[in-house]
């Protein structure tokens, strides 16, 4: 077969096309006074922060998101899809531990403290209810361990306490112990259960009526604990981990296993697989070029069938869009269309679920103050396949056949008092 190169414009659009929505930033909903903190609301989605899309109202939160010392507010915010632009749905505390007051998990009013999310929070659709688990509290930047559901209706914390690992060699620890937190935190449509990583290399389910892990797999994952996100293909029961320069399939429908799973993973029980993927896998590392424990932004694209996520442009300008295609394993890197505006850059601590699809429009949120970027137009959905990252198709004509061509778990944080060296 002779492989023959044809420009992709021949076929279809090549490019994302983005709208800054106006008046869309958090930072036009701010409390007044601002809380303590020596960063600032900026740290409310700089400073390792994830967050939950609430698919029945059609709106991301953010949750108590700042900590350690740069910012000690906890209240909560909604962007709302249907309005374009943020909300703020509650007041920060005002029992906020200030410092040098010692700080605690659980503030005197019953509600939690602010931190650095990292991938502990998601949503549940079946409680209609936000969840945040884990990462480095405010003020002193120590682990808070409690998980915390945020019902929607009413607006209110429920303090659910430490979840406790089950997996094999590791049991009774508690899940999230680290600095850190977790990395991702995956909403299971069929198991109706958070998905997340586990002690070690274990991958669990969270079963939050017993407050303790069920362990799925042994992952081989590089430095499981950090850098990486995931992203759920729940009709094909696939799920998706990237980061620390690489991307990891793990297949819900095979047995469940506990086999014991050393640092960084047991090769003999690794029930996951790494990918050897081409194209543009550059996307895969990009934690690694800006904050060893940030997220990548994931999505899943359930009409095209792809991993989409959210990098950088080749001069790191700008933001881009990647899509894995599952089957070849190539991952294409699309370019902003030139007619609207260029998407930002990922944010520096991480982006995670801050870049979400909902029906036929992605999203990003990367900066306080920054607007939210929007694009409703894919063009991976126009092709059976995507290219290659050089943005051209194969097409076979006849002929003779021819083949073509650490960041580390727990790290100490300053105290709040001395600028936090970011």
């Not at 279809?12 to 020596?38: F, K, Y």
């Not at 269309?337 to 979400?356: C, D, I, M, Q, S």
Request: with cysteine.
């Amino acid at each position: 077969m002779l492989v023959v190169g044809i420009p992709l414009l021949a076929f279809a659009q090549t490019t994302v096309r983005w709208e800054a929505l106006p008046n869309s930033a958090l930072a036009l909903h701010l409390p007044s006074p601002l809380p303590q903190g020596s960063t600032g609301p900026g740290a409310i989605i700089g400073g390792w922060t994830s967050a939950a899309f609430d698919s029945k109202r059609g709106q991301l939160l953010v949750l108590a998101a700042g900590g350690h010392g740069d910012y000690s507010g906890n209240e909560v915010y909604a962007f709302r899809e249907d309005l374009g632009r943020f909300e703020r749905l509650t007041e920060p505390s005002p029992a906020i531990v200030r410092w040098p007051n010692p700080s605690v998990d659980v503030l005197v009013d019953g509600t939690p403290p602010a931190r650095h999310t990292y991938g502990g929070v998601g949503y549940d659709p079946v409680t209609d209810s936000a969840f945040v688990c884990g990462g480095s509290r405010s003020w002193d930047g120590n682990p808070t361990t409690p998980c915390w559901r945020f019902h929607l209706a009413p607006l209110k914390w429920e303090n659910l306490g430490a979840i406790i690992s089950s997996a094999a060699g590791y049991a009774g620890l508690n899940v999230f112990r680290a600095t850190t937190g977790v990395p991702w935190l995956v909403w299971d449509p069929g198991a109706l259960k958070f998905l997340t990583q586990d002690v070690a290399g274990v991958i669990s389910y969270l079963n939050l009526a017993t407050m303790k892990t069920e362990p799925v797999a042994c992952s081989g994952a590089t430095n499981p604990s950090a850098g990486h996100n995931a992203v759920l293909d729940s009709s094909g029961r696939q799920l998706y981990m990237i980061g620390n320069g690489e991307t990891r399939r793990l297949d819900l429908g095979r047995p469940h296993t506990n086999a014991y799973c050393s640092w960084p993973g047991s090769t003999p029980n690794t029930t996951d697989e790494k990918l050897a993927t081409t194209g543009a896998n550059e996307i895969e590392g990009l934690n690694l070029a800006m904050d060893g424990s940030g997220g990548i932004g994931l999505a899943w694209d359930p009409e095209a069938k792809l991993v989409v996520a959210y990098g950088k442009t080749a001069d790191q300008k700008a933001g881009r869009v990647y899509s894995l295609d599952p089957i070849t394993k190539v991952w294409t890197a699309w370019e902003a269309n030139p007619a609207g505006p260029l998407p930002p850059l990922p944010t520096g601590t991480g982006v995670w679920n801050r870049f979400w699809l909902h029906g036929q429009c992605l999203y990003v949120v990367t900066a306080t103050s920054l607007p939210v970027y929007r694009a409703c137009s894919f063009p991976w959905r126009g092709l059976a396949r995507p290219p290659s990252s050089s943005l051209q198709r194969q097409v076979a004509l006849p002929s003779p056949s021819i083949a073509p061509p650490l960041h580390p778990p727990e790290v100490p944080r300053p105290p709040a008092h001395v600028p936090c060296c970011r």
